[in-house]
């Protein structure tokens, strides 16, 4: 039995994700809400900027964060979960974690056909130099 940091409740151990290593501190439903939050506030932040260059904003499965300097890259926003679901205090707020924010500012919001346009001169600089 185990006890979950979030809910507070006793649990069977195989409530709990396992890393394959050690028993994880989060139960399995906790982690899914956790997750749930995330998208969430992550879809309300791209709809809120919306496209930086054409300011579209309709629908935030249309938005991408993409990092302005590649090379700096740590991690794909979209996967900060998957890093950080384990982090006490901003586990109901990741997007405010300082790692998670700090790699949000690497970013700026594209559409899909935007990104497209972008990533497309992108390559035909690297082409060049
Ligand atoms: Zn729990
Ligand atoms: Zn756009």
Redesign the pocket.
């Known amino acids: 039995m185990r006890r979950c940091i979030v809910c507070r409740q006793t649990k069977q151990e195989n409530q709990f994700y396992s890393n394959g290593v050690k028993r994880r501190v989060v139960c399995v439903p906790c982690v899914r809400e956790m997750r749930k939050e995330f998208v969430r506030d992550l879809q309300q932040y791209k709809k809120k900027r919306g496209?930086v260059?054409?300011s579209?904003n309709d629908n935030e499965q249309k938005l991408h964060f993409h990092h302005i300097h590649p090379e700096t890259k740590k991690f794909e926003i979209s996967h900060a979960f998957d890093f950080f679901k384990y982090c006490g205090k901003y586990r109901h707020n990741l997007l405010n974690h300082p790692k998670i924010k700090a790699e949000i500012e690497k970013c700026i919001i594209?559409?899909v056909?935007?990104h497209t346009a972008v990533s497309r001169e992108e390559r035909k600089l690297n082409a060049i130099y």
Request: aromatic share 24%; proline share 0%.
């Open positions: 496209c260059l054409c579209y594209l559409c056909w935007c």
